[in-house]
């Protein structure tokens, strides 16, 4: 595992496979990390064995990164910031991303704000219709339910972090500094990239997920928006996108 220093001076941790072929970035999910969501379901090992260079990011707040306590920290894209800091710190002209639930949405504010992204596998990604966004005072709340040692409604972030272990003052910061929804629909049709959306079918539809964009695959597997990453298939779908546009995309 190596680290350096993204665009604000934040420290944060990445794991390089260090493969000859085309790269890869993998994004995790909100309270999750590179090994939560990619070692121990198997998609790194997988994923590996293709002969690709396979990146792991830990995003801000989490795994082994630094973990800022203030919410300025998160404001602004940050974590997409960190993906073009990554990118700029590993030399790498071009790369695909693959980004799973609030992973899959930073590389998709990645790709709008920054160019050398070749295409997409967004994986467990729901699309806010009507413009989504999160309210002040329902903000406060999870941000509340987070830090509170003993919530009586734990909701689904604060059992998630429990489960995972995480640093919960880091998690509340994030829920309090990142913006909400973090794109538009307006925004999803000016990517005109590859994108294949892999949902389980127990999540949001993959196939109306990829109707928002000008050119994106919907495959569904089996599985809930946490069982999918454990289904081998999904690293199988992943790899079939990859090898179709190799050497395609510029």
Request: charged fraction near 25%.
């Amino acid at each position: 595992m190596g680290t350096f220093c993204s665009f604000d001076n934040a420290e944060l941790a990445y794991t390089d496979s260090g493969g000859e072929g085309e790269a890869i970035i993998l994004l995790h999910g909100f309270t999750g990390s590179s090994k939560l969501n990619w070692i121990d379901t198997g998609v790194y090992k997988a994923l590996g064995q293709s002969g690709r260079r396979i990146i792991m990011l830990d995003a801000r707040g989490h795994g082994d990164s630094e973990k800022p306590h203030n919410s300025y920290s998160y404001w602004n894209r940050a974590m997409a910031k960190d993906i073009n800091s990554l990118g700029e710190h590993l030399r790498l002209y071009e790369y695909d991303l693959m980004g799973y639930s609030m992973g899959a949405k930073t590389a998709i504010e990645a790709e709008l704000m920054y160019s050398g992204i070749r295409s997409l596998i967004l994986v467990g990604l729901s699309i806010y219709e009507q413009g989504w966004t999160l309210e002040s005072k329902e903000r406060e709340a999870r941000v509340r339910n987070m830090l509170e040692e003993y919530p009586e409604e734990p909701d689904a972030f604060r059992i998630s972090a429990d489960e995972t272990g995480g640093d919960r003052e880091a998690f509340a910061a994030r829920l309090e500094g990142a913006i909400f929804p973090e794109f538009s629909c307006e925004d999803l049709k000016k990517i005109h990239l590859p994108i294949l959306i892999i949902n389980g079918e127990n999540d949001y539809s993959a196939e109306e997920a990829a109707s928002y964009f000008p050119s994106a695959k919907g495959v569904t597997i089996e599985g809930d928006h946490l069982s999918v990453l454990t289904n081998e298939r999904l690293s199988e779908e992943a790899l079939s996108f990859l090898d179709l546009f190799e050497g395609e995309v510029s």
